[in-house]
């Protein structure tokens, strides 16, 4: 038989994309001003959980919108709220079944905020979302690699699939910290919500093993332990580390791996210490990338083989670019002008949209900056100071194409904040990496196996009676039944004497099967 090889990949089963609408309703906290005017709106949609019926992939989320605003006060100063909305919509993919692995994408392509005609300090919310899901599920098949020597190839084509190590991996860990409450908040009485969100931050392979970097991002509600109960919310972040074991696996391979939340608590402990239960669930991919070279296509004889259509991610091409994020900002109306920096970080990064054209994907996204630095203050307290900056940029990525997917990361290399006068200077340098995929099906041959022929196993049939004739003899009847004397004789052991029949007598006669 001609050469083949056995791949284990991830097939596509299907995939659609849908618009939704999310409508709901946030309120002005109560420790909060009234809102006399919206100054800006920022929504964002998060993936809570996925789960898969036949044919349809129902989706759970939350719509979390931020929302700048001038109080309705005679300061007119500016104070921000947020909300969350829940969600739960579906989407249609043929051939989707439980237990089949699914990647889910949700963006806003659109939110409007109106104040509601019954309350003043509530907003009702209209956003469009688009979601995207993709079905896929693993399989092994050996695929034809080289023409058979006694066949045509009338077409060829070099293939380029991921071939999975192993199985899929999923494992579940416990991320758990003890924190303070930040100096410039209150200290929590009782805690009225937690949200949770993991990003993983770097993964690399060793020899069996994948180690996971990440952190989980926590925003905690809770009422103040002050005499006027005001609700207060605070963000802390937990870094965690963690490998997951995968035989067969080894460095220079490729690796993708998701992480959701599953569950999150947080806790008062120690007055004012909190502490932070979240379960997280990691799903981790590896694969090594195989090019086949000449791969028959079309056999100008398919008398054994089976065509098979592969629906499979094939990636493109990757680029890198460095962006460098300026920023001269002033101190906001509620903190006290800084005598001293004395750090500055990278809190998080976003993606807030990405475009491709022609060799080159457009990103936007988003930086968020924490900086502590020492009031002027007369009691040189120490305060925290979160700014978000935008950014734009492009990547170079040969071969990309509108139509295609782009997974796009980034990573905070430097930042350094000064003071300039009353305002802070930030100069933010950025790693942006863009890798473009899209969805190749190339049509292979995979040998089909013959289909065993046996022997008929022979089963006895049951002997049948027969009423002796005017001259019939056991010669005359074995000759006319296929049978032979001694068959008979076997079976009716009444037959004392073969030459002796009675007309009338009634005999059994064998059937030929059993000759």
Avoid: W
Avoid at 54 to 71: C, H, S
Avoid at 199 to 212: F, S, Y
Avoid at 254 to 264: H, P, S, T
Avoid at 275 to 301: F, G, M, Q
């Amino acid at each position: 038989m001609a050469g083949t090889e056995r791949l284990k990949v991830n097939l596509v089963k299907g995939e659609d994309r849908v618009q939704t609408v999310v409508r709901g309703q946030i309120e002005v906290p109560y420790a909060k001003p009234d809102v006399d005017k919206i100054l800006s709106k920022e929504a964002k949609a998060r993936v809570k959980d996925v789960s898969i019926v036949p044919n349809k992939v129902i989706v759970e989320g939350a719509l979390t919108l931020q929302v700048m605003y001038v109080a309705f006060k005679p300061d007119q100063s500016v104070h921000s709220m947020h909300g969350d909305i829940n969600f739960t919509t579906f989407v249609d993919v043929e051939g989707a079944r439980p237990m089949m692995d699914v990647h889910v994408d949700v963006s806003v392509e659109d939110v409007s905020i109106t104040r509601s005609t019954k309350d003043a300090r509530k907003f009702d919310v209209a956003a469009v979302l688009s979601v995207f899901a993709k079905v896929s599920e693993v399989d092994e098949l050996d695929i034809l690699t080289e023409t058979p020597a006694s066949n045509e190839a009338l077409e060829t084509e070099d293939i380029t699939v991921e071939h999975l190590i192993g199985e899929r991996v999923t494992k579940q860990i416990i991320v758990s910290d003890v924190f303070d409450v930040p100096e410039e908040k209150p200290d929590p009485e009782k805690i009225l919500a937690t949200k949770a969100e993991v990003e993983i931050t770097d993964k690399r392979l060793i020899a069996n093993k994948v180690i996971i970097d990440g952190e989980v991002k926590l925003q905690v509600l809770y009422v103040a332990l002050k005499p006027e109960q005001t609700v207060h919310d605070l963000h802390h972040t937990i870094k965690f580390s963690e490998f997951v074991e995968v035989p067969e696996a080894y460095p220079g391979m490729n690796v993708q791996v998701r992480a959701l939340v599953e569950a999150a608590d947080v806790e008062l402990v120690i007055d004012p210490a909190l502490r932070a239960d979240v379960i997280v669930k990691l799903i981790v991919h590896v694969s090594e990338t195989r090019t086949l070279t000449n791969v028959p296509t079309l056999l100008k004889d398919e008398e054994g083989y089976e065509k098979r259509r592969l629906k499979v991610d094939r990636e493109i091409g990757t680029g890198e670019k460095q962006v460098v994020v300026r920023e001269v900002s002033e101190i906001p109306h509620a903190k006290p002008d800084v005598a001293k920096v004395i750090e500055a970080r990278v809190d998080k990064t976003e993606v807030t949209d990405t475009n491709i054209l022609d060799g080159k994907v457009i990103i936007r996204g988003t930086v968020d900056v924490e900086v502590i630095y020492v009031s002027v203050a007369p009691d040189q307290a120490v305060h925290a100071l979160h700014q978000q900056h935008a950014f734009r940029t492009f990547v170079e990525v040969p071969g990309a194409m509108p139509d295609m997917d782009v997974d796009v990361r980034i990573d905070a290399e430097f930042i350094k904040v000064e003071q300039v006068g009353i305002d802070l200077q930030k100069e933010i340098v950025l790693k942006v990496r863009a890798t473009v995929t899209e969805l190749a099906q190339p049509e292979v041959y995979v040998p089909v196996e013959p289909v065993p022929t046996t022997t008929p196993t022979v089963t006895p049939c049951p002997p049948t009676p027969y009423t002796v004739q005017p001259g019939d003899t056991l010669g005359k009847i074995a000759a006319a039944k296929g049978v032979t004397v001694q068959m008979i004789l076997d079976i009716n052991p009444q037959i004392t004497n073969p030459d002796v029949i009675d007309v009338g007598q009634v005999i059994m006669i064998p059937c030929r099967a059993m000759g």
